[in-house]
Structure formats: C-alpha cells, structure tokens
C-alpha cells in the first residue's frame, strides 16, 4: 500500500540554525499539506498546495518558516531561524481530488524536531 | 475560521466496555468530519469519516453519528480491546475545493484496562 514518505524522522538543532523538512505524497495526490503537532495536541495546519500552487499559508509563520512545492510532487518545508517554541512534530499528508474536492487525507510519519 | 471543541482529553474503560467521544464545531459550513487514531509515535491514522448528508457510519466496532443541528459529532467503539488504545483525533472540514485543510480536536487519550 502507498504511504506518504517524510525525512528525516528526527532532526534536532540549536536554535538561529537552519532546518528543512521533505515530503513526497502518495503517487497521483494533487493536494499536500504541511501540519504541525505540538506534544499532547491535534496536528495544526501550515500550508496547503494544490499540484506546485500555495492554496492556503494562512497560518504559516512567514517570517521564519518557507514551503515550496516546485513541480507539483514533492515538498520542502523550511524553518529559519529555529527558535525554541518551534520543537514539535511536522506532519506532511497528501489527498486525492475527485470531482474538484480533495479527498481522504492519508498522513506521513511525521519528522521530530527538537529545538535547543 | 473552524473550532473543533473535543471531550473527554482523556478516557480509561475495562476491556470489552463500550467508548464514546464527542466533538463539536463551529463553523456551519462544514462538511466533512473524519476520526484519525494515532499510536504513540506513529502518524496518525484515518478509522473511519462522515459526510454531512448522513447521520450515522459504521464499520464493524466503531460508529459515529453527526447532529447537523446542534453541531457535535461523536464516535462509538463498542466491546473495546487493548489494540484501542491510542490518542483518537475528531477534525471537521469544509470540503468544497480551495483551501480544505482538517481543524483538529486536542485529543482524547482512549486507555483500555483488561
């Protein structure tokens, strides 16, 4: 069965570095999704992308955080710099559109990050 | 924008008891509403969803039901086994095209005693 892929699976870096988060969605998903999960919370959402085109970045924090989607398939989420507030899990999930509305959203494994 | 309002945050009954845990919503457009059941370190997972032109799903030992009306969404699990025991997520969505992203409950930690 298809499974969304996410790397790394941990990531952990001073804070003011650099950090960058992949996805790459199940083979035929239009729509990627970019969330994250603060310990002991529902995921929340960041970005959304419709093939290469930014959807929904409402509640990405733009100062810091960057997501692009170059050709419509796989994803890359940034952060820089990290602070503190930002360890938390990164989910990536990815949906099918049928009938122009997206469908089930399957997540990835998620990518730790630790801020110190 | 959504608020998804989820009790109980945490939920301990004996195996083979039923569970039940309930969501509200805000947002009157919406339309979709699926659970996800994450074990610890995993991604989460979809267990079953709902569309708002039906009240009630089930498959085999879980069910959820949906009030339009009154806003709140609630999912069953009936003759609970320890493979239940996770964190269950409620989300609802308007799914219309354009921006559709889930607006997630906090999380009910659902503990099975044997």
């Known amino acids: 069965e298809a499974e969304v892929a996410q790397s790394p699976r941990y990531k952990i870096t001073e804070k003011s570095q650099a950090v960058a988060f992949w996805c790459d969605p199940i083979?035929?998903?239009?729509?990627l999704y970019w969330y994250r999960q603060i310990l002991g919370q529902g995921p929340e959402l960041l970005v959304q992308f419709q093939d290469e085109s930014v959807v929904d970045d409402s509640q990405l924090p733009k100062d810091r955080f960057s997501a692009e989607r170059l050709k419509g398939v796989d994803s890359t989420l940034k952060i820089q710099p990290a602070e503190l507030g930002d360890s938390a899990m990164y989910l990536c999930?990815?949906?099918?559109?049928?009938?122009?509305?997206?469908?089930?959203?399957?997540f990835g494994p998620g990518t730790r990050l630790t801020v110190l | 924008g959504e608020n998804v309002e989820q009790h109980p945050s945490t939920l301990s009954v004996q195996e083979g008891d039923s569970a039940v845990i309930k969501c509200t919503y805000s947002?009157?457009?919406?339309?979709?509403f699926p659970w996800y059941k994450q074990e610890l370190g995993k991604r989460p997972q979809l267990i079953i969803d709902?569309?708002?032109?039906?009240g009630e799903k089930k498959d085999q030992r879980i069910a959820v039901t949906l009030n339009k009306t009154a806003k709140h969404f609630s999912l069953h699990i009936t003759e609970t086994q320890p493979e239940d025991s996770a964190v269950y997520f409620c989300a609802a969505q308007y799914s219309g095209g354009g921006a559709d992203g889930l607006t997630f409950g906090k999380g009910t930690h659902l503990i099975i005693q044997p």
């Open positions: 947002d009157s457009a919406s339309n979709y």
């Open positions: 083979s035929g998903h239009a729509t």
């Open positions: 709902i569309r708002s032109n039906v």
């Open positions: 999930a990815s949906s099918f559109v049928a009938g122009g509305r997206s469908d089930t959203q399957y």
